[in-house]
């Protein structure tokens, strides 16, 4: 970050610190009630500065050959609410890229969806539009000033072997995608990062449909989507992808107390996009290889400590190579020290299983274990700022790689 | 023979402080309340969206001035419950050294914070039924408490110097009783941007009709 930046930043510290009633007021402003109150409208949003010092190549969804990376921000968020039946819901965004990247600033609809609530409680709801994904409980903590962390979990970062724009002739390809050692070395290398799939792609805002409820102490929520869980970016648009090949993905939660949540999710549909049909094997098509998921997820939270978990398992039907599985999982714990002042911690691992090559059977990734450790502090309601530290050990690497981060936010 | 005398002074000075009689009536003009409808959860398919009254107007109205012989009256702590998604009462007025208890009584979690300079705290998640926090007030001005669940849920804690207070009713009506004879300022605080002042004049056993109309 610039010196001049820099001091932009604290003066905005500090005009946010002294002046936090006046943010209460803005917060007000931004309120529209029509005279019956049939109608309520709230505008928001949030401003993310954030600075990394990575080691290269960067690590999961960081596209930069920089050891240094400023990736500011703007999030505008749209709430609104016809009675108590219909609502909507907009977030756009001004940034440098979906995720954090060297590029020139660009505008995004990211998420756009009607919700009809067609009685008078929560027992069923039908949702439309392009909205994160229901798996798992990661989404509902995905924005800066929720998520205790600068970054993702690991399984929504870290790139795996596949790709989805072309299929591989045999299991070398994968492994040398996967960057996986063999008598030749490996490719540890930056270039192919574009080609490569996680797990699950950030929060999937993909296109769909949903029919969500909850009924006493149970959630239900199902889904379906244009593109698969580990889809990139660009193909969430219904107008970049469309629904010859949908998605089908749920979670079904229980809640026994305030305390805790517990819930499994499910999905299931095909990776690849359009431009991989031409290297599939003969009279096959891109829906004949999906991506199955099934996943567990736990949350807690009692007084000053929050908790949670997921565990995944998922199952890439590879051309010509067949299933190739992983299991990830991360533990996550976030203590308030003091009124402002937090710390978190969170322990990340991504498994790979092994492939069929001729008569033996291969490991098809490098098992990848992570440690992030983040301190957050709240200036007040409205500006937050996050150092993070994270460590990742890959299999092949004898040395692991380091990345550092901070974060201001402010909410308005 | 002086003890005595300087006994006898002593009495009557504490008499004439004890003999505190005045008394102020009157009315504030209040704002209109208003009617507001929690919007939905963005990632969440609990979906609860009803039409709730807001907290019905209201204000605290106080006696500023000069107390500092008045004694600290051990009251019952003050509270500021959570229902409906809303801080019930959203207006409390304590005395310095003053006591509010939050108890949540709503199905769902909340977790009361201040960041105001007057008093900061973070109550961490409660749900209903347990033994409510209660936070002492130890510094006079303006706490705003928020629910960092919910995040339009707000309340206001007055901290105040004065032993002199009330709260007007839903109509803005207020009685002050047994206050000292003296030069005051009268003051009515509705919010931040809104604290009217008046001077009162008042004497023993006097009882004083004091009106705050709107600005």
Partial sequence: ?412 | MKARVLLCFASLAAISFVRADATIEGLVTLPPPQMGRTLSARYQTTVEAPLTPSNPPSAVVYLEGNFTGAEATAKAPAQMSQKNMLFSPDLVAVRVGGVVEFPNLDDTYHNVFSYSKTKRFDLGRFRKGEKPSTIVFDKPGVVTVHCEIHDRMRGIILVLETPYFTKTDTAGRYRLEHLPAGHYDLKAWINEADVRSVPVDLKDGGTVHVDLPRK
């Fill in chain 1, 1 to 412: 970050m610039r010196p001049n930046k820099f001091i932009l930043v604290l003066a905005l510290a500090f005009v946010c610190n002294a002046r936090a009633d006046l943010f209460d007021r803005v917060n007000d402003a931004l309120l529209f009630r029509d005279a019956k109150l049939q109608l309520q409208v709230q505008l928001s949003g949030l401003v993310d500065l954030e600075t990394y010092y990575l080691d290269q190549p960067p690590p999961g969804l960081i596209f930069t050959g920089n050891q240094w990376l400023f990736n500011p921000r703007l999030s505008i968020f749209l709430d609104a609410q016809w009675t108590r039946h219909i609502y909507l819901f907009v977030q756009a965004r001004v940034d440098r890229g979906f995720d954090p990247s060297d590029e020139g600033a660009e505008a995004r609809a990211d998420e756009y969806f009607l919700r009809y609530t067609p009685l008078d409680n929560s027992r069923i709801n039908f949702q439309i539009g392009k909205f994160a994904t229901v798996v798992g409980n990661w989404v509902p903590r995905h924005l800066s000033w929720e998520n205790p962390f600068i970054n993702a979990p690991l399984l929504y970062e870290n790139l795996t072997g596949i790709w989805d724009e072309e299929a591989p002739e045999d299991v070398d390809d994968l492994l040398y995608w996967a960057h996986v050692p063999n008598e030749y070395g490996y490719n540890n290398g930056y270039i192919d990062k574009y080609y490569r799939l996680p797990m699950i792609w950030g929060p999937s805002y993909a296109t769909g449909l949903a029919v969500t409820g909850t009924i006493d102490r149970f959630d239900y929520a199902a889904e379906i989507k244009n593109a698969s869980l580990s889809s990139r970016p660009e193909y969430w648009d219904a107008t970049e992808r469309g629904f010859e090949h949908p998605t089908f993905s749920g979670r079904a939660g229980f809640r026994p107390n305030e305390m805790w949540n517990f819930g499994v999710s499910a999905s299931g549909g095909p990776y690849l996009s359009a431009e991989a049909a031409e290297s599939l094997p003969l009279n096959r098509s891109i829906g004949d290889y999906r991506e199955l998921l099934l996943g567990q997820d736990i949350a807690f939270a009692w007084h000053h400590w929050q908790f949670w978990a997921e565990f995944y398992e998922a199952r890439f039907q590879v051309p010509r190579i067949g299933n190739a599985d992983i299991f990830a999982y991360y533990l996550e714990a976030k203590y308030k020290i003091t009124p402002q002042l937090f710390a978190a911690v969170r322990w990340n691992q991504e498994l790979f299983g092994d492939v069929r090559d001729g008569t033996e059977r291969v490991q098809w990734g490098n098992d990848t274990s992570r440690v992030d450790l983040a301190v957050g502090y709240r200036f007040t309601n409205y500006l937050q700022t996050k150092v993070q530290y994270s460590f990742t050990h890959q299999d092949p690497h004898e040395e692991g790689q380091h990345v550092a981060g901070l974060q201001i936010t402010l909410k308005f």
